[in-house]
């Protein structure tokens, strides 16, 4: 399905009915610093914000550019009025406060997709890196090919890790269907509930889950 398509299956929101041009003082208030006067006229957009940010949100998981949870309308509505009060000295005088919202809403989740599809190539890379890695180790670990690669690997890892994004560590650990995605249970030694194989690892991105890890789960010893 084209992607003309899927935005054609994407009901609109219904037109809000229409708010009252704000004093224009108010707005002079809000350049100048004025927290009161800022969220006042916000006030008066929000519905129009959140129908849009579902629309758009209901858009892009049909995409396939962003899963279910993601990303909710309320966080995406945050993100937008923060940016709008940082940006607020840059606004086109000839542009009204709503088109400008929309647009500047548009412009945050357009950064915030763009954010998730790179994240996305970069954790493909970094399961391309190991699996070259586990390889070149079979060979032996003295080799300096081999050495290189793991210096190039923690390179990679740090700098990803500075800039948010961390690994989930599961091997060993109690399972959480939080964190991880259960392939198959086996028999083990570990007590039943404990990942005892990690099969592809899972990523955080901040504070949000960006994949979870696929796993092995113990399911106690044979009997």
Not at 188 to 202: K, L, M
Request: glycine share 6%; with cysteine.
């Amino acid at each position: 399905m084209s992607a003309d398509e899927i935005r054609s299956t994407v009901p609109l929101a219904a037109s809000p009915q229409q708010t009252p041009v704000p004093d224009a003082g108010v707005w002079e208030r809000c350049m100048d610093g004025d927290r009161q006067a800022f969220q006042q006229l916000m006030l008066s957009h929000l519905d129009e914000l959140f129908a849009a940010a579902r629309r758009d949100l209901r858009y892009h998981v049909l995409l396939g550019d962003l899963c279910q949870h993601d990303l909710s309308p309320e966080e995406l509505v945050g993100e937008t009025l923060l940016r709008a009060w940082r940006d607020r000295l840059r606004k086109p005088a000839s542009l009204g406060i709503r088109p400008w919202l929309l647009g500047l809403q548009f412009r945050v989740l357009t950064r915030i997709v763009r954010q998730e599809r790179l994240l996305q190539r970069l954790v493909s890379i970094l399961d391309n890196f190991e699996l070259g890695l586990a390889a070149a180790k079979t060979e032996t670990e003295q080799s300096p090919i081999y050495s290189g690669m793991v210096l190039v690997q923690k390179q990679l890892n740090d700098l990803l890790e500075e800039n948010g994004l961390q690994a989930i560590e599961a091997e060993g650990k109690k399972f959480d269907p939080n964190l991880h995605e259960a392939i198959a249970h086996e028999p083990s030694q570990s007590p039943e509930g404990t990942v005892i194989r990690q099969a592809r690892r899972g990523y955080r991105f901040k504070d949000r889950l960006l994949r979870p890890a696929r796993v092995v789960v113990s399911s106690g010893p044979a009997k």
